[in-house]
């Protein structure tokens, strides 16, 4: 049931549990790759592990979302986390003396895909837990949740990683995983379980239809949102996620330990946006979002600069450093502004399978930006600054395009057609 408080027990007890595992998510997705690269020292052999990894979220994202639609969501958290648990332990048993670039990735492929099952259901759950009045704000503090695990992910699995390796990695993932399932299990979440069955197959191609159904005609304008979101993931997010370590451990032939503090400036950033997305987003909406877009793309001018001028190594860390930690506090405040938006134009039935569809078609263009970029990296290993260029001149065109975009999106300040009330969430 829904609290008048934003931090009710059963929103703070998802939170918590939030931290615990994506806390473990990130320490294994900073050091698995790393392996790969150290290994390699091949950006095309890290941005293809880093590529295939995505697919499970393009494959997955469907089937979460109908589960979170017909299976207690609190079911869900609980046994994908004790099923990762499992999974970290077995590849520290199997794994303990060598890490392959095949076991990586795999390893990174079982994770993604227990990932793209278990988020629609936490992004469904959040209007669920959450007054309306408190939705722009439970957002936030979830968006802040998934950026300071990824804060303190790095920092930890940098300085883990550059002691002991990876083993000991794996095994705080594991332990990381059990205690936020066993936080789970003390989750309360409003469901109603749906008489709609049949076949599981037939099942999964009426919800999916009825999704796509729900986009294309009564929300035509979440497309726009999504394909914005997908072309800031191929030219952007890509480029920051193949790029970051390229440039810091081979171009400029720093440390892991200060690689992961520019993967926790990322993070930084984004708590800084979430932070600010209350105030930010109470003037601007989605509408007007397009300007964080455009501060994002802007943030790799900077970057260009120290390449092109040839800073010296430590120099040009630190214009990356405070580059990277503006250019996501932009990209969370856009992020927040959009998933606000859409809770708040699909109905309770859907949210689950909305959800999932926006992770698959927004994540679609992740895996062909990471494997573009590593072969773009390796062909330009002499001049990298043509890549961040490159990278900077097709962000600013998505972020231009995207201003007239949004101006054609109708307005929600009322309660929309399937908004939310207490009476469509428990039978």
Not at 181 to 187: D, G, K, P, T
Request: charged share 10%.
């Amino acid at each position: 049931m829904k609290s008048a408080r934003l931090f009710s027990r059963d929103f703070t007890l998802m939170v918590i549990g939030q931290i615990i595992s994506l806390l473990g998510n990130a320490v294994l997705r900073f050091a698995l790759p790393l392996q790969v690269l150290d290994a390699t020292g091949s950006a095309a052999a890290f941005g293809g592990v880093l590529a295939l990894s995505m697919v499970p979220v393009l494959l997955c994202s469907p089937l979460g979302g109908v589960l979170a639609d017909r299976v207690p969501r609190q079911r869900i958290m609980w046994g994908l986390d004790f099923s990762t648990a499992a999974l970290a332990a077995g590849y520290g048993l199997l794994f303990a003396r060598g890490h392959s670039v095949a076991a990586v990735g795999g390893m990174m492929v079982l994770l993604s895909a227990i990932q793209a099952l278990y988020q629609p259901a936490v992004q469904a759950s959040i209007p669920v837990l959450a007054a309306e009045e408190h939705l722009p704000a439970a957002n936030g503090v979830v968006a802040q949740v998934q950026a300071l695990s990824s804060l303190l992910g790095p920092i930890l699995g940098g300085m883990l990683y550059g002691w002991v390796g990876l083993a000991p990695i794996v095994w705080v993932g594991a332990a990381c995983f059990f205690g936020s399932a066993v936080m789970e299990l003390f989750l309360r979440i409003p469901f109603r379980r749906r008489g709609d069955g049949g076949a599981p197959l037939a099942a999964l191609g009426r919800d999916l239809r009825d999704a796509g159904v729900f986009l294309v005609r009564e929300q035509p304008g979440l497309l726009r949102v999504l394909a914005l979101i997908a072309l800031i993931n191929l030219f952007l997010s890509a480029l920051f996620l193949v790029g970051l370590p390229y440039l810091i451990k081979i171009t400029l032939g720093l440390s892991s330990q200060l690689y992961s503090f520019a993967e926790a400036a990322l993070s930084l950033g984004s708590i800084l946006g979430g932070m600010l997305s209350g105030a930010a987003l109470g003037r601007t909406g989605l509408r007007g979002a397009w300007r964080f877009l455009l501060g994002t793309a802007l943030s790799l001018l900077p970057i260009t600069l120290a390449l092109v001028l040839g800073l010296p190594p430590l120099a040009a860390y630190g214009v990356i450093l405070a580059a990277v930690l503006a250019g996501m506090a932009c990209a969370m405040l856009f992020t927040v502004a959009a998933q606000t938006y859409l809770q708040r134009a699909t109905p309770p039935h859907l949210l689950g399978k909305v959800a999932a569809f926006v992770s698959a078609i927004s994540t679609c263009a992740m895996p062909l930006g990471q494997a573009l970029y590593g072969v773009l990296f390796e062909a330009f290993q002499a001049r990298v600054w043509v890549v961040v260029l490159l990278g900077l001149g097709a962000s600013l065109a998505v972020a231009l395009t995207a201003a007239p975009a949004l101006r054609k999106l109708p307005g929600l300040d009322e309660a929309p057609s399937g908004g939310y009330t207490e009476e469509s969430l428990n039978p």
